[in-house]
């Protein structure tokens, strides 16, 4: 039952804890700003609002490294519960990244991209029960007052008693590796992808795939083995590493291990000092220029496959149409071959009759 599922974890009383306001809508649940009141002390919280009793609970409350939320506890309220965690106050990386005008460092840059892939490795390898995120994205990466990312939502993460996983159609398009998308069987791969894109976020400061339709980026990937485009001015170090981490066979994929090799081994001189801004505003430009073309490209695509599809069902449809046609055709001439008979059946009778 609901109780002894929670009888399991630390339990906080209701009465300690305050709504402050809703910070956001995830996939699996609202999410409060909220107090807690305990010992004389106050604390500032996140809960979640949860109307099951979810498997992120138990994923969550064995974790314990500091670039993965902390849990504190869970607490019943009518219809459901509250997962209570450590609130990060900075917000989430995507707004950070693409909703403010706050300047990030190369070395900012190298740090988070550090701080990530340590939270995946920990998650990947060092977690009492290994677990893949499923839904890596820069929302779910969360930063503290002092700019320390820590991933959150663990609302559709699995963990790994096997090597490989099913999958049904969890996480955010423009972050999901193509095994995801198909729902093919899942590795710890898949998250290196999505941090591929975070880290794309990270240099560029552009959402992926703006503008795209879900339809076009699932096209993209899939059925073109596409990936965001790098532009020229990107670092080679940088370039190589997304490269290797958006391989299309997950097998062939760097994992997270190697991805933090390579940020240690990347040379600060990769970009001196001042150069990061216009680097990105010469990024900004050729981007907004590739997401035109492609999308151009990518909607022509489209068209040619409807324009076919529709083209197929016009030919099929006429086909119909004229077998329909001959059908009416020979049942007209039946009736009129058997009209023009009637007379000579109407004068057999009468003289029958006679």
Known sequence: TGNDEVAKYPEIPR???????????????????????????????????????????????????PNVIQFYGVSEVDLGYLIVTEFAEGGSLYDYLHKSQN????????????????????????????????????GNVVLTRQLVCKLCDFGGSKNLTHSETETSLRGTIPWMSPEMIRRDKITTATDVWSYGVVLWELITREVPYEGYSGFCIWKSVTEKGSTLAIPEQCPADFKRLMENCWQMDAKKRCNILEVIDELNDMPMKTIARGELQKMRNELQKEMKQMVINESRKLHAEVYETMRDELQRIREETKQV????????????????????QQPTRVREQTEDLR
């Not at 700003?33 to 010992?39: D, I, M, V």
């Not at 149409?321 to 023009?340: A, C, I, P, Y």
Request: proline share 1%; charged share 35%.
């Open 15 to 65: 009465a300690q804890l305050e709504f402050v306001e809703c910070v956001g809508k995830g996939g699996f649940g609202e999410v409060f700003r909220g107090k807690w009141r305990t010992e004389g002390r106050e604390k500032t919280v996140a809960m979640k609002r949860v109307t099951e009793f979810e498997k992120e609970v138990e994923i969550l409350s064995e974790f314990d490294h």
């Open 103 to 138: 300047a990030v460092s190369f070395r900012q840059t190298i740090d988070w991209a550090l701080q990530i892939a340590s939270g995946i490795r920990y998650l990947h390898y060092e977690a009492p029960a290994r677990t893949i995120h499923r839904d890596l994205k820069s």
């Open 321 to 340: 149409k004229q077998e329909v046609w001959g059908e009416l055709q020979r049942m007209r001439n039946e009736l009129l071959k058997d009209l023009q």
